[in-house]
Nanobody, 121 residues
Framework: QVRLVESGGGLVQPGGSLRLSCAAS????????MGWYRQAPGRPRDMVAT???????NYADSVKGRFTISRDSAKNTVHLQMNSLKPEDTAVYYC???????????????WGQGTQVTVSS
């Protein structure tokens, strides 16, 4: 099994910054795509940012220019630097990873437990 543990959420004022981190552990041979998704009350879970194993990134239009996703493949971690935060960024943020497990080789998608980000004055 694989476990994803997020950290770094909290309360911040509009215009402020937060950095989310997610660490994957367990039976990992390789991690392909990693990403961050968010879900606000009464809304579906939406993609925020993704990063492939070769470092290619993709962002939701609403966060382009404000958020930056990065990963450390040696440590199986992914980060989301969030700047110029707005009240509409308030949501539970979830880490997501597509993990290749060894023996037998198989790919599965895993989710973290979520971390709350609240942007409010």
């Amino acid at each position: 099994q694989v476990r994803l543990v997020e950290s770094g959420g909290g309360l911040v004022q509009p215009g402020g910054s937060l950095r989310l981190s997610c660490a994957a552990s367990g039976r990992i041979f390789r991690i392909n795509d990693m990403g961050w998704y968010r879900q606000a009350p009464g809304r579906p879970r939406d993609m925020v940012a993704t990063i492939t194993s070769d470092g290619s990134t993709n962002y939701a239009d609403s966060v382009k220019g404000r958020f930056t996703i990065s990963r450390d493949s040696a440590k199986n971690t992914v980060h989301l630097q969030m700047n110029s935060l707005k009240p509409e960024d308030t949501a539970v943020y979830y880490c997501n990873s597509r993990v290749i497990s060894p023996l037998p080789i198989r790919e599965d998608t895993y989710w973290g437990q979520g971390t709350q980000v609240t942007v409010s004055s």
